[in-house]
C-alpha cells in the first residue's frame, strides 16, 4: 500500500522560509515522478513543483520559479519543498504526489499522478 505523508507546513509571516517534506512508502518513483500541487480556500488545484525520477528534471509554476526550490531523495524515497520568500497569497494546503510513467508534458498536470498525500497546511500572515 502506497503512502505519502506531508510534514512542515505552519504559521509564518510573509518573507519568511517552510522547507516541506514528504515521506513515500510502499514503493518508490524512481522511474516516475512527484510533485507538489497546492489549493487555497475556494480555489482549485494549482501546480507548484515538479520533478522527474531519472534525472531529476525540475519544473516550476511561474508563482514558485525564483523562490521555492523541489528536491528528492531517492534512496530515502522522499520528496522536498524549500520554499523562501513566502507571500499571502502561498496560504494554501499543500500536497505531494507521486506517479510512475508521468510524461514531461504531463507533470503540471494533477490527474497524472495516481498517488496523493493528506496534504499540510501553510499560512503566511501580512
Known amino acids: 500500500q502506497v503512502q505519502l505523508v506531508e510534514s512542515g507546513g505552519g504559521l509564518v509571516q510573509a518573507g519568511a522560509s517552510l522547507r516541506l517534506s514528504c515521506a513515500a512508502s510502499g514503493r518508490t518513483f524512481i522511474s516516475g515522478a512527484m510533485a507538489w500541487f497546492r489549493q487555497a480556500p475556494g480555489k482549485g488545484r494549482e501546480f507548484v513543483a515538479g520533478?522527474?525520477?531519472?534525472?531529476?528534471?525540475?519544473y516550476y509554476a511561474d508563482s514558485a520559479k525564483g523562490r521555492f526550490t523541489i528536491s528528492r531523495h531517492n534512496a530515502e524515497n522522499t520528496l522536498h519543498l524549500l520554499m523562501n520568500n513566502l507571500r499571502p497569497e502561498d496560504t494554501a494546503v499543500y500536497y505531494c504526489?507521486?506517479?510512475?510513467?508521468?510524461?514531461?508534458?504531463?507533470?503540471?498536470?494533477?490527474?497524472?499522478?495516481?498517488?496523493w498525500g493528506q496534504g499540510t497546511q501553510v499560512t503566511v500572515s501580512q
Open positions: 520533478i522527474k525520477g531519472r534525472g531529476g528534471s525540475v
Open positions: 504526489a507521486a506517479g510512475s510513467g508521468v510524461i514531461t508534458s504531463s507533470v503540471p498536470n494533477g490527474d497524472a499522478y495516481a498517488y
